[in-house]
């Protein structure tokens, strides 16, 4: 083969590498994604059986289209590494859980709740909030606490705890 024909081919290739790239790259804000952390958590017993936790998190919607909140769930994973689901707290329950038991501390932040929309590119501080159906001891000894935010057409973000305060 020809000297000329590698030169067409790399000069091809080379576009075709170039229009590849620019479709993704104008494709890049239609992926929801809703990367966080999880700031603070805090905790109060609940009699010998169950925990009250509230997690205060930041989250960035980096999409280019709202991030409508469908529903949120928080999980631990005990020391010995069996996973527990709290009961999810509604928006009226924490205030009445906030003003009522004031070792929690205040409430920073708002509950993120289902229909609550996240704009595009912003950055939120939420809360959630929820029993968990075991002793309180475990919390102190948790492995992870997880929070799971799913959205209404199906995309789902889970922020993780990174290291739990001892």
């Known amino acids: 083969m020809s000297r000329r ?3 067409y081919f790399l000069v091809g290739l080379a576009v075709v590498g170039v229009a ?3 479709a993704l790259y104008s494709n890049r804000g239609s992926h929801l994604q ?8 805090r905790s109060l017993p609940d009699g010998n059986t169950g925990a009250i936790v509230f997690a205060d998190f930041r989250v960035t919607n980096t999409a280019a289209i709202p991030f409508v909140v469908s529903s949120v769930q928080m ?3 005990t020391p010995s590494g069996e996973v527990s689901t709290a009961v999810t707290l509604s928006k009226s329950d924490v205030d009445k859980i906030a003003a009522y038991y004031r070792l929690l501390g205040p409430k920073y932040n708002d509950v993120l709740a289902v ?3 996240i704009p595009p590119g912003a ?4 809360m959630a909030a929820g029993r968990f159906s075991f002793p309180p001891r475990f919390l102190d000894s948790r492995k992870t ?18 290291t739990p305060a001892k």
């Open 5 to 7: 024909f590698w030169i």
């Open 20 to 22: 590849i790239w620019g």
């Open 34 to 41: 809703l990367p966080g952390s999880i700031l603070k958590v």
């Open 75 to 77: 999980s631990m994973e």
């Open 115 to 117: 229909r609550d929309t």
């Open 123 to 126: 950055t939120i501080d939420r």
């Open 145 to 162: 606490l997880r929070l799971r935010i799913e959205e209404v057409d199906g995309a789902v973000a889970e922020i993780i705890e990174k």
